[in-house]
Each structure stands twice: as structure tokens, then as C-alpha cells.
């Protein structure tokens, strides 16, 4: 049973440039959430995706922007890069939006350095 | 609005002995709450979970979290440490909606 997979794994960028992450969900998982993970900090929300619509989002400006997939896999893109963007960027799967228990399963993660 | 607070930012504590780990919420409703892992250049791995039930919920690996209404707590513990257990550990809650907050962390470095 795979689990989640996110690519690439690292990935360096410069200041201004664009960037797109890629999510696939575990197996029978329709729900991707993406999160931020500064250094020695807390993962933070940026948004969440069913049924290829944005169902939630954490304050995280428009710059974030995510798309998903009929086969469930999601897609997180950041335009304009800041150096603050540096962090390892996060997705999370889960199933379906009817149940406030339903337990979110990680990533690897990917890890991204803005220069 | 939920937080959530972890009280310790790192723990040292030596091999076999007990540890535990410090989590306050705050939240005007209901929540889930949530202890996950994350292992040095890894992503989050699920520990343990209180939904609804029992307030003491254990992991399969002797971790166990107690939750506790009338303080908003949710710590963590284990009776027996092991090197293997060095990580960061997250807690979390999930109340409206389904995003997860988490706090920002507690280092557990098991010395031998």
C-alpha cells in the first residue's frame, strides 16, 4: 500500500522565480492538505484540496496557489519567490471532508531553498 | 480560532528513563488532538489520536497521551525511553474544518 510521495525531493531556487511542487495521496485517499514547515518550527496550513476544488485555506497570500487532479494528486505552486519561502513544504492525505476525525497521513516532504 | 501550545522546546532525558511532553490547547469548541513524530530529514509520522472515548490512548510503540477537558491538556509520556526515540514531536488539534494546528514542537535527544 504506497503511502504518500511528494517530488522532488530538495529543490533551489532564486528570489522572484516560480516554483511547483507535486503531491501524490495514499492509496484510496481523495483529500490532499498542503503545509509550510519553516526551520525549527511547526508545520503551518496553507490550504486543502477535494474534489479538485480549494476547500480551506490558512493565511498564506495569493501567491500560493495548488491545483489537484481527477486521479487525486495535487499540485502546489508559489509564484514570486521570497527568501521567507524557504521551508520544507509538506502534503498531507486524508479521506474525503464528511468527518472532523479523519486522520491526515504525511509526506516526505520537499524541501525547498530560496537563494 | 485554535493554538496550541507545547510548553518544552527541547527535552533531555537519558536511555530507560521516563519522559514526558507538554501540550496545552486552546479552542471554543470541540477538538481532535493528535501527537505526530517527525525523524530527522523525514516528514510527519501519526503517534496516537484521541477522537472521542477513553481519555488515555496509546501508541503501539509505548507512547501514551492522556486528554484532559477541564485543563486542555494532552501530554505525552512514555515509561521508558530508547535511542531510537530521538525526534520532534508535534502536537496538533483538528476542531472545524479539517486543517490541523500544530504547536511548534518539543526535540527529545535520548542519551545513552
Known amino acids: 500500500d504506497a503511502g504518500v510521495t511528494q517530488s522532488p525531493t530538495h529543490l533551489i531556487k532564486t528570489r522572484g522565480q516560480q516554483v511547483t511542487l507535486r503531491c501524490s495521496p495514499k492509496s484510496g485517499h481523495d483529500t490532499v492538505s498542503w503545509y509550510q514547515q519553516a526551520l525549527g518550527q511547526g508545520p503551518q496550513f496553507i490550504f486543502q484540496y477535494y474534489e479538485e476544488e480549494e476547500r480551506q485555506r490558512g493565511n498564506f497570500p495569493d501567491r500560493f496557489s495548488g491545483h489537484q487532479f481527477p486521479n487525486y494528486s495535487s499540485e502546489l505552486n508559489v509564484n514570486a519567490l521570497l527568501l521567507g519561502d524557504s521551508a520544507l513544504y509538506l502534503c498531507?492525505?486524508?479521506?474525503?471532508?464528511?468527518?472532523?476525525?479523519?486522520?491526515?497521513?504525511f509526506g516526505p516532504g520537499t524541501r525547498l531553498t530560496v537563494l | 480560532a485554535q493554538s496550541v501550545t507545547q510548553l518544552d522546546s527541547q527535552v533531555p532525558v537519558f536511555e530507560e528513563a521516563p519522559v514526558e511532553l507538554r501540550c496545552n490547547y486552546s479552542s471554543s469548541v470541540s477538538v481532535y488532538l493528535f501527537w505526530y513524530v517527525q525523524y530527522p530529514n523525514q516528514g510527519l509520522q501519526l503517534l496516537l489520536k484521541y477522537l472521542s472515548g477513553s481519555t488515555l490512548v496509546e501508541s503501539i510503540n509505548g507512547f501514551e497521551a492522556e486528554f484532559n477537558k477541564s485543563q486542555t491538556s494532552f501530554h505525552l509520556r512514555k515509561p521508558s525511553v530508547h535511542i531510537s526515540d530521538t525526534a520532534e514531536y508535534f502536537c496538533?488539534?483538528?476542531?472545524?474544518?479539517?486543517?490541523?494546528?500544530f504547536g511548534g514542537g518539543t526535540r527529545v535527544l535520548v542519551k545513552p
Open positions: 496538533a488539534v483538528k476542531a472545524a474544518g479539517n486543517k490541523l494546528t
Open positions: 498531507a492525505s486524508s479521506l474525503g471532508l464528511a468527518g472532523r476525525s479523519d486522520t491526515q497521513y
